[in-house]
């Protein structure tokens, strides 16, 4: 199968919305199908860039970083999900509050971005990819079959992450980690360059509120509702 032919799900929004919920039971679900967490490929090169001391105001830089990282996802589930970069296990370091905010500075640089670019859509393989992201449906892949933009408040998304760090015994607290993720979603919603937004003809879900049965109950919907019955 050609790889434009590979059919493409998208599910893009903020951090702490769910996606990584929905991407999981969507690869388990439709069994095969390959998944991209695109936002770990910038936080991986903002880190490993800030640990050789490169200036992230330097986007070439940072851009000649990229093809030179040894990069693996291991393990389906969450809790024994493993990134490893150039051999060391990065899983910890990456899901900080910090290194996201890493990430951020330097995702609207076009150099980063074209680096990364072609990186992402070699993961398109047959029988299908699920693809996590802010801009999977908008410039990565804008010919998905089925494009999923999510959203939810920021003060139920710093709870949601307060949690999350503390059942990894990371330490934080709740008014820093909303005030991150205000600041965070306002560099990314206006940045120039792929901005975060809901594709055209995307499916919009507000998880706010929502358990994490009644999100997947909504994906299951939209599924059927494209034919993946």
């Known amino acids: 199968m050609a790889r434009e032919a590979v059919p493409v799900i998208t599910v893009d929004g903020p951090s702490g919305v769910g996606k990584g919920l929905v991407t999981r039971?969507?690869?388990?679900?439709?069994?095969?199908?390959h998944r991209l967490d695109s936002g770990a490929l910038y936080r991986i090169l903002a880190l490993a860039a800030h640990r050789r001391r490169v200036d992230l105001d330097d986007a070439a830089a940072v851009a000649r970083l990229a093809p030179t990282l040894d990069i693996r996802f291991e393990g389906e589930r969450e809790d024994d999900e493993r990134i490893l970069v150039d051999g060391q296990d990065w899983t910890r370091d990456l899901r900080r509050?910090?290194?996201?905010?890493?990430?951020?500075?330097?995702?609207?640089?076009?150099?980063?971005?074209?680096?990364?670019l072609q990186r992402q859509r070699d993961f398109r393989r047959a029988p299908g990819l699920i693809a996590d992201g802010r801009?999977?449906?908008?410039?990565?892949?804008?010919d998905a079959a089925l494009k999923i933009f999510m959203d939810a408040s920021p003060e139920e998304r710093a709870q949601r992450r307060l949690k999350q760090l503390s059942e990894k015994g990371i330490q934080a607290t709740l008014?820093?980690?909303?005030?991150?993720?205000?600041?965070?979603?306002e560099r990314d919603r206006n940045r120039p360059v792929a901005p975060l937004k809901p594709a055209e003809q995307a499916e919009v879900v507000d998880t706010t509120g929502l358990s994490p049965e009644a999100v997947l109950a909504r994906v299951e919907a939209l599924l059927r509702r494209h034919g993946w019955s």
């Open 25 to 33: 039971w969507l690869a388990q679900r439709l069994r095969g199908w």
């Open 97 to 116: 509050e910090s290194t996201g905010a890493l990430a951020s500075k330097i995702a609207a640089a076009p150099p980063v971005r074209a680096a990364l």
């Open 135 to 142: 801009d999977m449906g908008t410039v990565v892949f804008p």
């Open 175 to 185: 008014a820093p980690l909303c005030e991150e993720i205000r600041a965070r979603d």
